[in-house]
């Protein structure tokens, strides 16, 4: 268990650099480990020796610019434009293609991207009172944030157990008259599968309207690996209908956080994506992101990152990407009880367990117990609760350790057993509504569950896990955000 809560960030008297320095490194050595390819989640890490330090330099270059004013700081524009020229040129825009005239704008992470994708479709569409937008149930989580922020609804389209893609023809069954958005992922976060975007892409195109692919996770990855050979289907601009794109830079593009771009086929598709206001006393504010004041740094760290990685550099990260997947995924067929839930096509690797005798969320403790920090997912709908692996180049040289790793990790799921919830607990969740829900009562049922004050995530979570996946998605929706709230609480 972990206790930050006494750091004061305002001292009576300031501190002198390296004890600060110190502090943070302190602080830093309770996280999980942001090197060393046994993180399969939270952070894409290359495993280039010098490219930490590079994009640190470039970051500290440029961080107190302002992306505010383009015209004040043109290094900042620059960088931006040399940002999206790449990722247009990447995903199939730029001149000589089908897509000569795609723009861009550069956002502080994929949950912007799709905010700013769903803004521009709702926007372009004044004449609407109720806007929707329809999304593969498997699209990620931030366009319900984007439809809740934006007061659009959202209609998902359920996708196939088997398959994890939605089915084309339900996908045009669900566009009505007020579709401003019609949405696909290349891939899904949670299971790396990429949906039928051509498909998906035609169904909007003949409705008149938009379609956005979310390539926040794999865009970066899947036209390097496409090139290397494997079948990755068309997902980009050479795809007709398709009208924008998202990539993450600080996904497989390994810069530091806080990069994304958004691109757009044309201007006009981009123009309402804009906010610009005259109407008072101080400056004319024109903003293309939901941020006004911008740091240059994560801009600059990440335009560092690929001009020195470069093309050369991305294939060769994504062969290691791609065959650590592939030993990974043997790893996992080898392991007696588990089944991957999806082919791993891209740079997930995704598995469940179909006996009862090996209970997911212990097997996750285990893994972590040995140094393998990996993501476990809910059960949603029909789909069994899973692992989830993002794999990184980084994870190439420990493939190896894996398999042993994962079969110890099993043997000693299936010895501890299945978890069994305390009745108490039990009774108590089966209790609870969302609706009823005190901050007391989560409280209560956080210190009944060994989260005591808030002060931090103890290391077996499968209990936790339990709990929440036999709650239903509201209430674990309640449950997480009270458990957060609890987490955030001054430090004075
Ligand atoms: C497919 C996809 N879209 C969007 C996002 C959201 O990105 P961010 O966490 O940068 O806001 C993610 C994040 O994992 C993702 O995988």
């Not at 069994?420 to 607990?425: A, G, Q, S, T």
């Not at 210190?447 to 709650?471: F, W």
Request: with cysteine.
């Amino acid at each position: 268990m972990t206790d930050t809560a006494d750091v004061g960030a305002l001292p009576a008297r300031g501190t002198p650099a390296s004890d600060v320095l110190d502090e943070i490194r302190a602080l830093r050595a309770t996280d999980r480990p942001t090197h060393g390819g046994r993180l399969f989640a939270y952070v894409y890490d290359p495993g280039v020796a010098g490219l930490d330090e590079l994009a640190q330099a470039a970051y500290a270059e440029s961080a107190h610019v302002n992306g505010l004013d383009p015209t004040a700081f043109p290094s900042l524009l620059a960088m931006e434009n040399a940002l999206v020229g790449a990722a247009a040129r990447l995903l199939g825009g730029g001149p000589g293609t089908s897509a000569p005239d795609v723009v861009g704008s550069v956002t502080s992470g994929g949950t912007e991207s799709l905010l700013l994708a769903v803004k521009a479709a709702r926007d372009a569409r004044p004449d609407l009172t109720e806007p929707r937008i329809v999304a593969p149930a498997s699209a990620h989580a931030a366009f319900a944030k984007a439809a809740h922020y934006l007061r659009v609804t959202l209609d998902t389209v359920p996708v196939d157990p088997v398959t994890l893609r939605p089915d084309v023809a339900a996908v045009a069954a669900a566009i009505r008259p007020e579709t401003v958005l019609v949405v696909a992922s290349a891939p899904s976060y949670a299971h790396g599968v990429v949906d039928p975007v051509t498909g998906i892409a035609a169904v909007a195109q003949a409705a008149g309207v938009r379609c956005h692919v979310d390539a926040c996770f794999g865009g970066w990855a899947l036209p390097w690996l496409r090139r290397l050979g494997a079948p990755v289907p068309p997902f980009d601009f050479a795809v007709p209908g398709v009208t924008s794109i998202s990539v993450d830079l600080h996904k497989y593009a390994y810069a530091p956080k806080g990069v994304s771009v958004l691109l757009h086929r044309d201007p006009a598709l981009r123009a309402p994506q804009f906010f610009a206001y005259a109407d008072w006393p101080g400056y004319t504010m024109v903003n293309p992101v939901i941020a006004s004041t911008r740091s240059g740094g994560p801009i600059a760290a990440a335009y560092a990152t690929l001009r020195h990685l470069g093309e050369d550099g991305y294939l060769r990260l994504a062969a290691a990407t791609r065959d650590a997947v592939a030993g990974l995924a043997g790893a996992v067929r080898a392991t007696g009880g588990l089944r991957l839930m999806a082919e791993p096509d891209t740079t997930v690797v995704c598995f469940t367990s179909d006996d009862p005798g090996l209970d997911l969320f212990v097997l996750v403790d285990e893994l972590t117990a040995r140094g393998w920090h990996t993501q476990p997912q809910l059960t949603y709908a029909d789909l069994p609760a899973s692992v989830h692996l993002t794999v990184t180049a980084a994870v190439a040289p420990r493939v190896a350790e894996f398999g042993p790793a994962l079969a110890e990790a099993v043997a000693a799921a299936r010895a501890a057993g299945p978890v069994v919830l305390p009745p108490e607990l039990l009774a108590l969740a089966g209790s609870l509504t969302p609706e009823a829900l005190t901050p007391e009562l989560v409280a209560g049922l956080a210190d009944g569950l060994g989260l005591a004050g808030g002060a931090g995530v103890p290391d077996r979570m499968a209990v936790v896990n339990t709990l929440l996946d036999s709650a239903p998605a509201r209430l674990r929706e309640r449950l997480l955000a009270e458990f957060v709230g609890m987490l955030q609480r001054p430090a004075w």
